[in-house]
């Protein structure tokens, strides 16, 4: 069982692709090259270059592959069908030609879920007509993907109208077997969930990995005190791997048991120009390294090859 281990211009900051704030992307891929990384998502639509040719050939010098790129739309709105499907053609295509084969799909963040991360008993539902609509949104989207040849995987992010295990639920129910789960733990932490649970759970259905940590105890305070989302991003709920409380040792062997093999993406959600992002990649990815999965072609409880 192999799983190899790649990056996210998220764990420097990059949320925006115009953000004056985000580090220039020539230097995030060296960093990511240097920590020692094989790979890297594409991060949001045109931070990255979004000419195929420019961006294979600066991935290629340093060694790094293209993991994955994401949509993170509001599915659930049918007057932005139109645009999102437009987005997702752009996307795509400069995953395909990059060399990609995964596009990661999440609902957007919407200012009522993010004041209700966390709570499943307070945050608003999507009633049926509009879940119907967001589900037929993303089976477009996915039909857009096929046609370039890559795979879907739909990941539940805290502060969406997909977070709680009853919607994660009822979403996999919906959705053909054919579109897969990305297992983020830091959002599985967020919202009650246990990560190694959801993997047993949904086993080969789990077809990509974003591996974060999260802080406990920092959520309860934040829960507490009846912060959103993004206050609690900001007051460092989410932490270099192995300071929080997600057993990685744990998750190995559960992903031993289902037989995973595919790319981890380490991510840790944190705000523009926050804190130390490549102190603490280095530290996630020699935590990894700890609790046995090496930094190139990981094999899980068998050593590097």
């Not at 294979?56 to 049918?78: C, D, Q, T, W």
Request: proline residues 5%; hydrophobic residues 40%; charged residues 25%.
């Amino acid at each position: 069982m192999r799983v190899q281990i790649s990056a996210a211009p998220g764990t420097w900051g990059v949320e925006s692709p115009c953000d004056p704030a985000n580090p220039p992307w020539r230097r995030l891929l060296s960093e990511i090259a240097d920590i020692g990384f094989e790979g890297t998502e594409l991060g949001p639509l045109g931070y990255l270059p979004d000419t195929s040719d420019v961006l294979a050939r600066e991935l290629a010098s340093r060694s790094l592959s293209l993991v994955a790129g994401f949509l993170m739309e509001p599915f659930h709105e049918p007057a932005r069908r139109g645009a999102i499907v437009e987005v997702a053609e752009r996307t795509c295509r400069l995953l395909r030609d990059a060399g990609a084969r995964r596009l990661v799909l999440m609902e957007a963040l919407v200012p009522s879920r993010m004041s209700g991360a966390g709570r499943s008993d307070e945050a608003p539902r999507l009633d049926d007509a509009r879940w119907r609509r967001m589900v037929a949104a993303v089976e477009e989207v996915v039909h857009v993907a096929v046609g370039h040849g890559l795979q879907t995987t739909f990941h539940p992010h805290a502060g969406t109208y997909v977070e709680f295990v009853d919607e994660i639920e009822h979403l996999m129910a919906d959705l053909d077997d054919a579109i897969g789960l990305c297992l983020d733990t830091g959002h599985c932490v967020y919202a009650g969930i246990d990560p190694v649970e959801m993997l047993c759970t949904y086993g080969s259905r789990v077809r990509h990995l974003h591996v974060k940590d999260a802080d406990e105890d920092v959520l309860a305070r934040c829960l507490a005190d009846g912060m959103g989302f993004a206050d609690a991003v900001a007051a460092g709920v989410f932490c270099a791997l192995g300071r929080g409380d997600v057993d990685f040792g744990a998750f190995c062997e559960g992903l031993r048991a289902i037989g995973y093999e595919g790319w981890a993406t380490v991510e840790q959600d944190r705000l523009p120009n926050a804190g130390r992002p490549r102190v603490d990649a280095e530290a996630s990815l020699e935590h990894l390294r700890r609790v046995g999965i090496a930094s190139r072609s990981l094999v899980v409880g068998g050593g590097s090859s």
